[in-house]
């Protein structure tokens, strides 16, 4: 299958797991396209200010890329700043949260799988 730049389904969220601003979803594949346990494969967007609350990931990672910004990222108790090429991977029960702090959007790759 192949699916196009521009044509993916958009979802947008606002104040998103007690974070700030509103996140853009811009969904590859939704979990029912594909055989295996991935629940998400998008591309998220943060523009300067927006964050995703902390939360975490029980039964699960999540795997973020990050493509272009910087951005502030809560990985358990450790905090780091993150730019475009570094990666992060959360799961067996720990939490994160991330906020968009440079200039310009965080545009980020994520993936969630289910174990």
């Known amino acids: 299958m192949i699916r196009r730049n521009g044509t993916y389904e958009v979802d947008v969220?606002?104040?998103?797991?007690?974070g700030k601003g509103s996140v853009r979803i811009e969904h590859f594949w939704s979990k029912g396209e594909m055989k295996g346990?991935?629940?998400l494969f998008?591309?998220?967007?943060l523009e300067p200010g927006s964050s995703i609350g902390?939360?975490?990931?029980?039964?699960e990672e999540e795997i973020f890329v990050v493509l272009r910004g910087q951005g502030r990222v809560q990985d358990g108790t450790d905090?780091?700043?993150?730019?475009?090429?570094?990666?992060?991977?959360t799961g067996n029960g720990a939490g994160h949260a991330v906020e968009s702090i440079g200039s310009e959007a965080l545009e980020m790759v994520a993936?969630?799988?289910e174990y």
């Open 13 to 18: 969220r606002n104040e998103m797991r007690g």
């Open 37 to 39: 346990k991935t629940r």
């Open 42 to 45: 998008a591309k998220l967007t």
């Open 54 to 59: 902390f939360h975490e990931h029980g039964g």
């Open 79 to 89: 905090t780091a700043v993150l730019n475009p090429g570094d990666t992060i991977l």
């Open 111 to 113: 993936v969630i799988v």
